[in-house]
């Protein structure tokens, strides 16, 4: 019987390098694990943890395909990160100019939660435990 263990990684696609690179890690305060340019490929790939967790493995490469359309085509929804004090977090991401949407509750869970977006538009969400 297969057993998943956890999620080692999600891939991120990107269009500029620089600017997501500096969302991420500037703006996110995600650790840089490691980066590496692949002359092959003329792509970098970057390497990013998440509170020593998980990790997000970002990459660029020459014009990617844009995405089909936003949060609903088929396949990844969003990407989701928890945090312990929404409001702060909030107010945070705000003064480095990255704008947030309206603070929702979930109706199932009662929890607070927004949604923000990477540089690319890919949404990211906020969610308070």
Do not use: W
């Not at 500037?26 to 970098?44: F, M, V």
């Not at 949407?101 to 607070?112: L, M, Q, S």
Request: net charge negative; glycine share 6%.
């Amino acid at each position: 019987m297969m057993l998943l263990n956890r999620i080692h990684h999600i891939a991120i696609i990107c269009t500029n390098y620089a600017v997501s690179k500096d969302f991420y890690v500037n703006k996110l305060g995600l650790t840089i694990i490691g980066e590496t340019y692949r002359e092959g490929r003329d792509s970098y790939k970057l390497d990013l943890a998440v509170n020593g967790t998980y990790q997000i493995e970002l990459f660029s490469f020459p014009e990617p395909p844009a995405r089909p359309s936003r949060p609903e085509a088929a396949g990844l929804r969003h990407l989701a990160f928890e945090v312990s004090d929404l409001d702060a977090t909030v107010q945070d991401l705000n003064t480095k100019n990255i704008e947030t949407e309206p603070i929702r509750v979930d109706e199932f869970t009662g929890r607070r939660f927004t949604f923000f977006q990477d540089p690319d538009g890919l949404p990211l969400e906020l969610y308070e435990i």
